[in-house]
């Protein structure tokens, strides 16, 4: 994977997902022209099983095989957005799931690394990254909990399955002004921006959330 965004065509879903960021997205206050680019750009009926391809551009996660979802895309470009990224990010992601938010990020950021614990998921986000030539997306399979310490420190964190608290190791590996967006919770979840400064960390509450557990070594913490 060694050229940088994808070269994408135009395809018969342009119309819908130019629909779904004015009315699902930009609609709901998300501002940043590089996030309304990555999310009009990236063909998210290409991450989502052939079944469910008509609902690709809905307001809603959708199945992904694996007990997992890709989630909707007013929380994909939310998250984004807060990252606050640009072409020099290097941004870490614990959650490939179908490869999809690694796909937006990737339309913004430098390089982006991406850690799917389900095997088989990981996979096929390899491959449908590959496909569309998302070349700067670097996937790993196996437990992101410890994240990918030989490639850190990062810009940006963004975590797309829940833990019950922030695991250290992905703080560890933040830059200093470093931002992380994270689901924290069980049954209850809050979507946290976390902000490393010299002193530590400050952590700011955006909205209430629902996403799968965050498994692995997380479950015995």
């Known amino acids: 994977m060694e050229h940088s965004r994808s070269k994408q065509t135009p395809d018969d879903f342009s119309a819908e997902r130019a629909i779904m960021v004015d009315e699902q997205i930009a609609r709901r206050g998300v501002r940043d022209p590089?996030?309304?680019?990555?999310?009009?750009?990236?063909?998210?009926h290409e991450f989502v099983p052939e079944s469910y391809r008509k609902y690709a551009y809905?307001?809603?996660?959708?199945p992904i095989g694996e007990g997992q979802t890709i989630s909707q895309p007013y929380i994909v470009a939310c998250m984004t957005e807060v990252l606050s990224l640009d072409k020099k990010s290097r941004v870490l992601e614990i959650g490939t799931g179908s490869g999809y938010q690694a796909a937006v990020l990737a339309e913004i950021a430098g390089e982006v690394y991406t850690i799917e614990i389900v095997e088989p998921l990981c996979k096929q986000a390899a491959e449908t990254l590959t496909r569309l030539g998302y070349s700067r997306v670097h996937v790993r399979c196996g437990d992101g909990y410890r994240g990918w310490p030989e490639a850190a420190p990062f810009d940006a964190v963004i975590v797309t399955a829940a833990p019950d608290h922030v695991p250290q190791p992905l703080v560890d590996q933040m830059k200093t002004k470093g931002r992380m967006c994270i689901p924290v919770g069980d049954a209850y979840q809050e979507l946290m921006l976390i902000t490393k400064t010299d002193r530590g960390i400050t952590q700011k509450e955006m909205?209430?959330?629902?996403f799968v557990p965050m498994t692995g070594e997380a479950d015995s913490r």
């Open 34 to 44: 590089l996030v309304l680019s990555a999310m009009r750009k990236v063909p998210r």
């Open 58 to 62: 809905a307001d809603e996660p959708l």
């Open 207 to 210: 909205l209430p959330v629902r």
